[in-house]
C-alpha cells in the first residue's frame, strides 16, 4: 500500500508553462513534505521542502502548496524551462520514525522548448 | 566537498554471488539508509541506520543485509542475489533528530542476470 500517491505519472509542457505534479497521504503523523528533483543518472536532490503549519512556499520559480485539511500538497513549478527536465519526487517524512522518507512514485517532466 | 559516495555505479551479477555495494559519507551524519527505485514505485527503503552499531529494517528489507561499524560507512550486501533485485540503489545521509534534508549518493545500477 503505497502511503504517498503522486500524479501524474509523467507530463510534457512548454517552455514557460506551468508545470504542476500532486501529491496526496494518508499518515497524519507525517510532519514534513520534501521534494526531489533527479536528473538522469543521478542520486535525487533536495528541491523545496514544507512543514503542515504553512499553507505555501515559495523559492525561486518552485512553490509548494499544502492543505492539510485534504491531505494533499502540489509542485507548481513557474515559467517552465528545458533544464527542468527531470523526475520529481514527492516525499513524506514522520519525525517520530526518524528520518524515514515514504516517497511517490515520481514524476516525469519534459519541457519542450 | 559534502557527498555521499557509492560503489560501483554499475554491476550485472549472476544469480547466487554474493556482493556489497558500498557507501560512504563524509559530512558526519549519524542516520543512512539505503533505498531502491523502481519505476513507479519511487524509492523503498531498505535498512536504516540511526548510529554504530544500530540498524533496522525499512519497508523491503528481505534478500538484504547491512553494518554500520563506522559512522561514515554503510555496506549494503546482497548474500544471494536474485533478478526481482535488479533495480537502481541509492545510499543517502542525514543528520539524525528529524530535521535537515536526506543526501544521496549516485546510486548504483544493478542487474542479476
Known amino acids: 500500500q503505497q502511503q504517498v500517491k503522486q500524479s501524474p505519472q509523467s507530463l510534457i509542457v512548454q517552455k514557460g508553462g506551468i508545470s504542476i505534479i500532486n501529491c496526496a497521504y494518508e499518515n497524519t503523523a507525517f510532519d514534513y513534505f520534501p521534494w526531489y528533483q533527479q536528473f538522469p543518472g543521478k542520486g535525487p536532490a533536495l528541491l523545496i521542502a514544507i512543514r503542515p503549519d504553512v499553507s505555501e512556499k515559495k523559492e525561486g520559480r518552485f512553490t509548494i502548496s499544502f492543505n492539510k485539511s485534504a491531505k494533499q500538497f502540489s509542485l507548481h513549478i513557474m515559467d517552465s524551462q528545458p533544464g527542468d527536465s527531470a523526475t520529481y519526487f514527492c516525499?513524506?517524512?514522520?519525525?517520530?520514525?526518524?528520518?524515514?522518507?515514504?516517497f511517490g512514485g515520481g514524476t516525469r517532466v519534459l519541457v519542450k522548448p | 566537498e559534502a557527498q555521499v559516495t557509492q560503489n560501483p555505479r554499475y554491476l550485472i551479477t549472476v544469480t547466487g554471488k554474493k556482493l556489497t555495494v558500498t557507501c560512504s559519507q563524509n559530512m558526519n551524519h549519524e542516520y543512512m539508509s539505503w533505498y531502491r527505485q523502481d519505476p513507479g514505485l519511487g524509492l523503498r527503503q531498505i535498512y536504516y541506520s540511526m548510529n554504530v552499531e544500530v540498524t533496522d529494517k525499512g519497508d523491503v528489507p528481505e534478500g538484504y543485509k547491512v553494518s554500520r561499524k563506522e559512522k561514515r560507512n554503510f555496506p549494503l550486501i546482497l548474500e544471494s542475489p536474485s533478478p526481482n533485485q535488479t533495480s537502481l540503489y541509492f545510499c543517502?545521509?542525514?543528520?539524525?533528530?528529524?530535521?535537515?534534508?536526506?543526501?544521496f549518493g549516485q546510486g548504483t545500477r544493478l542487474t542479476v542476470v
Open positions: 543517502a545521509s542525514s543528520l539524525s533528530g528529524g530535521g535537515g534534508e536526506a543526501f
Open positions: 516525499a513524506a517524512r514522520r519525525g517520530a520514525a526518524g528520518n524515514k522518507l515514504t
